[in-house]
């Protein structure tokens, strides 16, 4: 498709997107506001729909290229180094879904973590303010993240002090 190490993608694997398990208990989780985006933002539950919807979304494409990002930290407890990552690698996601300019409408890119472009969301209120710049919550699907690395033949654990971030991009 494209060069993925100009992108600094560390892993990559591609599945077939019908191979995907999606599970209540992962959104059960979001609904939980673990990560307290809940309600908050267009790329997270309830604004991405229930399982069945995301299960729909996702089975609409007939591949799925899986990557990651490994990021260094400074010991388990760098709470600042696993933000600074989350950072990097939504400018990640940015370079790959540049890549695909004048394709985008054939392809779905999902990413760790809930959008946080802006400031404040305009969810539920007004729409998004950047539709094209956002990447709904891979876990708010349903999705288990290490499930998904293993059958697309990567590592999702990455060594001690190491964080690692996950995507998948649909097409």
């Known amino acids: 498709m494209f060069d993925l190490d100009a992108i600094e993608i560390f892993q990559h694997g591609y ?24 309600g908050k933002t267009w790329a997270c539950p309830p604004a991405i729909g229930g399982i069945e919807e995301c299960r729909s979304r996702v089975n609409n494409y007939k591949n799925a290229l899986v990557f990651f990002c490994k990021y260094e930290l400074e010991d388990s407890y760098d709470y600042e180094g696993m933000v600074e990552a989350g950072e990097e690698f939504r400018r990640t996601c940015d370079k790959l879904w540049e890549k695909l300019e004048g394709h985008k ?10 959008c946080q472009r802006c400031e404040k969301c305009t969810y539920p209120d007004s729409p998004c303010r950047m539709p094209e710049k956002l990447f709904p919550a891979f876990e708010g699907h349903g999705i288990v993240v290490a499930e998904v690395a293993k059958l697309a033949g990567i590592n999702y654990i990455n060594g001690k002090d190491t964080v690692t971030y996950l995507g998948m991009l649909l097409f």
Do not use: T
């Open 105 to 114: 409408n054939g392809f779905l890119l999902l990413a760790n973590g809930g």
């Open 15 to 38: 599945i077939d997107p019908s191979e995907i398990i999606f599970r209540e208990e992962i959104q059960d989780i979001c609904r939980g506001n673990a990560c307290r985006a809940y």
